[in-house]
């Protein structure tokens, strides 16, 4: 299976701070098709997971251009810009190259 | 609009069966891959199964055996059918429409 490595695993920030997560993953998730299947999720509290980014630095219709996804091959990182209240809740990664897809340990995300 | 809305949880003794539904509206399930994807209470997302459009199935090492995925095209509903359950099954279940978007989640709880 394909180890998906999060770090940090919690993050406090001042609102209008950027916040950075990384992804390490144990095996590249770089596609024959060309594609690097890694995405990245936020889960608010209470809610399921929502899709933020997807292929490592598409936008997911409606998610804000603070969100930005890059990274190539086992090294992923999902920075917020200028974080905001509604950004709180936990964040994943997750890679569907290969069954089973598994996701990382999650980073849960907290406003200061 | 797409939605997933997931029924059949509850509370159940271990060694018994749940089916789970997920009723699916603004897309077609048949063309789509659908997963089941669970949350153990306080704890991280964990993949369970897949059906491809093509029909084919694929289950986590955890659930083989056990979990049957099947969908019901006339009714564009995807179905978990879990048997044997045991007290690591207690979670809640999210159905997905390939990567992007997610039901709301339905509780199952495995207990005497």
């Known amino acids: 299976d394909i180890v998906m490595t999060q770090t940090p695993l919690s993050l406090s920030v001042t609102p209008g701070q950027p916040a950075s997560i990384s992804c390490k993953s144990s095996?590249?998730?770089?596609?024959?098709?060309?594609?690097?299947?890694l995405y990245w999720y936020l889960q608010k509290p209470g809610q399921p997971p929502q899709l933020l980014i997807y292929?490592?630095?598409n936008r997911f219709s409606g998610v804000p251009d603070r969100f930005s996804g890059s990274g190539s091959g086992t090294d992923f990182t999902l920075k917020i810009s200028r974080v905001e209240a509604e950004d709180v809740g936990v964040y994943y990664c997750?890679?569907?190259?290969?069954?089973?897809?598994?996701f990382g340990q999650g980073t849960k995300l907290e406003i200061k | 609009e797409v939605q997933l809305v997931e029924t059949g949880g509850g509370l159940i003794q271990p060694g018994g069966s749940l089916r789970l539904s997920c009723a699916a509206s603004g897309f077609t399930v048949s063309s789509n891959y659908m997963s089941w994807v669970r949350q153990a209470p306080g704890k991280g997302l964990e993949w369970v199964s897949v059906?491809?459009?093509?029909?084919?199935?694929y289950y986590a090492d955890s659930v083989k055996g056990r979990f049957t995925i099947s969908r019901d095209n006339s009714k564009n509903t995807l179905y978990l059918q879990m048997n044997s359950l045991r007290a690591e099954d207690t979670a809640v279940y999210y159905c997905a429409k390939s990567r992007d978007y997610w039901g709301q989640g339905t509780l199952v709880t495995v207990s005497s």
């Open positions: 095996q590249s998730l770089l596609h024959s098709d060309g594609k690097t299947y």
């Open positions: 059906i491809y459009s093509g029909g084919s199935t």
């Open positions: 292929e490592v630095s």
């Open positions: 997750m890679q569907s190259i290969q069954l089973p897809y598994t």
